[in-house]
């Protein structure tokens, strides 16, 4: 659940393109820290890509070529995990950045980002390729998922005397039956971090009483976790302060699928019902608002459909515990299953 941003609150792919002047290097830019540490390691983990029309080793010979050829060079060495600087025919730059990882830095070299959940020697099971290094547990005792970025770590485990099942793991994610009766647990990794999601799949599920406050243990390494003001929580590096982790307010919803017209509608638990098209803007799957393509028959894990009534989920950290309260009117009035969902990034 801690992220800096809400699982796919902004499109991958939409980017800011900044052009500046011809001192605009690498002096001044810098080596990113999210790739590699030197201009030499750039270079040798950049060797084939160079061969690659529309890409040089070094800004100098991005510059070169773009004046040569009459087009944009990119500069590999100035790549990072969100943006690319590219050489312009008439001698200035332009910094490209993506408002999420499009890439990341692994063995030796730039890899395609890629999510799917694959077993490690040690049983758990990890993303091929995402900005931080991720274990999602395969059941047990222990954390059922831990991130860590450059040290800096934070592990949630599901709260005890119980055990975790052996998981199902399909894709990116890893599902955990049952850890209630009639409420599942999943685990989805990401780009740069994990969502967590519990499936309520019945009326009966919903009136156990360990679901009106939801504590999920936490244990941290090189940071401390701190609530915001504006809600969620926020997990700052012990020596500079400056935030590692950090989680926004969660949502849920129901599996609803009402008529157009009674979109955007107050429900009797004081939830709102998503609004259709024609009622309020569409909105990105998984940010906890409501995208209009998604119809009846949908995987609502991936955010409420049209129709679903939605609800904020209180966020705090007490008792070295991250606690979730649901909105109880929802929860015991919900068409089922409901989804409560919660995500951590870096």
């Keep these: 659940m801690f992220a800096l941003k809400r699982r796919r609150a902004l499109a991958r792919g939409a980017v800011v393109a900044v052009a500046v002047g011809a001192v605009f290097t690498a002096g001044l830019l810098g080596v990113p820290a999210d790739g590699p540490t030197s201009v030499e390691q750039a ?20 510059q070169a070529e773009a004046a040569a050829a009459g087009k944009q060079v990119e500069a590999l060495n100035l790549r990072t995990e969100r943006s690319e600087t590219l050489a312009n025919p008439d001698g200035t730059f332009t910094l490209r950045e993506y408002v999420q990882p499009v890439r990341v830095f692994k063995s030796g070299k730039w890899a395609s980002l890629d999510p799917t959940l694959v077993q490690s020697p040690d049983g758990s099971w990890t993303p091929k390729a995402s900005t931080a ?5 395969d059941g047990g005792t222990g954390p059922f998922a831990t991130l860590d970025r450059a040290g800096k770590q934070m592990s949630l485990s599901w709260p005890g005397p119980d055990v975790l099942p052996k998981p199902k793991v399909e894709g990116s994610t890893a599902t955990y039956a049952d850890v209630l009766p009639g409420v599942d647990l999943t685990v989805t990794a ?36 701190r609530t915001q003001s504006g809600g969620g929580l926020v997990a700052v590096d012990e020596g500079s302060d400056g935030p590692v982790f950090e989680a926004a307010e969660p949502q849920m919803w129901d599996s609803a699928q009402g008529a157009a017209d009674a979109a955007a509608t107050p429900s009797a638990s004081g939830a709102q019902r998503s609004p259709s098209p024609a009622s309020g803007p569409a909105k990105a799957a998984g940010s906890g608002r409501p995208d209009p393509a998604r119809g009846r028959g949908e995987d609502l894990r991936e955010g409420p459909g049209e129709g679903s009534r939605v609800a904020p989920v209180k966020l705090g950290f007490r008792g070295g515990a991250m606690v979730l309260t649901p909105d109880e009117n929802l929860l015991k009035s919900a068409t089922y299953p409901v989804y409560i969902d919660p995500v951590t990034k870096t």
């Design 43 to 62: 270079a040798a983990a950049s060797q084939g890509e160079a061969a690659t029309d529309g890409k040089a080793l070094s800004e100098e010979a991005a």
């Design 133 to 137: 290094d991720m274990a999602i547990s």
């Design 190 to 225: 990401d780009a740069d971090g994990f969502s967590h999601l519990l499936v309520v799949k019945t009326a009966e599920a919903a009136e156990n009483p360990r679901l009106a406050e939801i504590s999920l243990p936490v244990t941290t390494r090189g940071v401390e976790v």
